[in-house]
């Protein structure tokens, strides 16, 4: 007889799991030498300037622009790659917000392409049926630190003249064949939000090799201010998405750590991978050949057929254990939202959906990503912790045994 479950009574396999300060004295220091310089402003300053440098060379890449959120630099970056009104563009339907915020902002169009049904991002094969005259770009979503199928990808967008602008919010240190997220498509953002792998509190940066971009992306997040001295004339309209050098000191000793520290959540979700595989009703996630996975969140399939339960109820479950999980998962399908369904973005204009620079009408509805609706109800997503012991992930092993062993026997006593 399996042990009750704890959301039915019976006790938390999880009592306390280890936490700890992802900021510490060298945050400090960086931050205390930036108050003592009198100067918080970036035009001014020396930080900001800093951190791009040290974040482009990281990368590999040529140039760094620093802003004040993931959102916005995403923002900068269409903005840069010259987005027009009525534009379409192709991207994941699971993702945060912050990923077409700036294209609604530019009246462009967010095309919505299926999802691989294993690895939950783009599939390449529907961004190629989702291609119309209108479409620009894609923005490619490495959900919860995989990167999705960049070579296809990029060969579509060289064959249909696109750009495409990789999303690493979530996916620091993630590789595709070798290759570091960001560096692939033609820009990458990240974002410095508290819950992502480097963090200062918030902000963001993109990156690209392209001085043109650079340029453009750099008056797209800065009031279109030229800094080089030419004189005040703005020539579009941009946001201030400017980032403050209190960040950037925080930013900077956040990037001196993040090998440890994606190290260290790959670390937590190898030894739960090995915990777990062979769990009866859970699935963990097949790593394609060449990808590494930067783990910003664990996810594993359970066999909602055979337990007689959805994900978010076995989700459910596994909190009344004292397991962390992301219970609102089931929510990030983006056109799901009543922005979408009402077309309410801009009032009652229904901008720029049935706008005139569209010259067209684009449906939003459940039923046109049948991939992502059905990945969002098999699928559990963990928010793990670096700071996580072995004997920590133990007990959370646990606590998924004994919530999958109940749903099982359950179902079994359920059908005789
Ligand atoms: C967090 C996140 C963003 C937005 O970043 P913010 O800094 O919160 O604006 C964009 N895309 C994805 C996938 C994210 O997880």
């Known amino acids: ?8 009574g019976g006790r938390p396999v999880v009592r306390k799991l280890t936490t700890g300060n992802k900021y510490g004295s060298e945050e400090i220091k960086l931050l205390k030498e930036a108050v003592q310089s009198g100067i ?12 791009q440098k040290e974040f482009a060379k990281f990368f590999g890449a040529k140039y760094a622009v620093a802003v004040s959120s993931g959102s916005a630099a995403i923002h900068a970056a269409v903005g840069a790659l010259g987005i027009n009104p009525g534009d379409e ?3 994941s339907p699971i993702s945060d917000m912050g990923s077409i915020i700036g294209v609604l902002y530019q009246n462009a169009i967010p095309v919505f392409a299926d999802v691989n049904p294993d690895t939950h991002t783009i599939d390449p094969k529907s961004i190629e049926d989702k291609i119309t ?10 959900l919860m630190g ?4 960049m070579d296809p990808i990029m060969a579509i967008a060289k064959r249909h003249k696109l750009w495409v602008v990789e999303d690493c919010a979530q996916s620091y240190l993630s590789e595709y064949k070798g290759r570091l997220n960001g560096t692939i498509g033609d820009i990458g953002c990240f974002s410095l939000q508290e819950s992502k792998h480097m963090s200062a509190g918030e902000g963001g940066i993109l990156i690209t090799n392209e001085i043109d971009l650079y340029k453009k992306a750099a008056l797209y997040g800065d009031k279109c201010y030229y800094r080089d001295g030419s004189g005040r004339n703005p020539v579009f309209l941009a946001p201030n998405y400017r980032m403050t050098e209190l960040q950037a000191a925080v930013a900077l000793a956040q990037l001196k750590k993040i090998k440890e520290v994606v190290n260290a959540y790959r670390e937590v979700a190898s030894s739960l991978t090995g915990r777990i595989t062979g769990i009866n009703g859970v699935k963990t996630i097949n790593l394609p050949k060449g990808y590494k996975h930067s783990y910003y969140l664990y ?3 359970i066999d909602v057929d055979t337990m007689g339960i959805t994900a978010p109820e076995f989700g459910k479950a596994l909190i009344a254990e004292g397991v962390p999980v992301r219970l609102d998962y089931d929510k990030l399908l983006l056109y799901a939202y009543d922005l979408f369904l009402n077309k309410s973005a801009y009032g009652k204009s229904k901008c ?4 005139h620079y569209y010259g067209k009408k684009i449906e939003y509805r459940m039923g046109i990503c049948p991939n992502a609706e059905k990945a969002l109800q098999d699928t559990v997503v963990l928010i793990t912790s670096r700071f996580w ?13 004994k919530v999958a062993g109940y749903y099982l026997k359950r179902r079994r006593d359920y059908d005789l």
Request: with cysteine; net charge neutral; proline share 5%.
């Open 1 to 8: 007889m399996p042990e009750k479950p704890a959301i039915f």
């Open 40 to 51: 918080l402003f970036s035009a001014e300053g020396t930080r900001v300037k800093e951190f």
């Open 89 to 91: 563009v192709i991207t």
């Open 133 to 142: 005259k209108k479409t620009r770009g894609i923005i490619a979503v490495h």
């Open 146 to 149: 995989l990167s999705c199928d």
């Open 299 to 301: 996810a594993f399939k």
């Open 352 to 355: 720029p959906f049935e706008c």
């Open 389 to 401: 012991t072995d004997n920590d992930v133990e007990k959370i092993a646990e606590a998924i045994r």
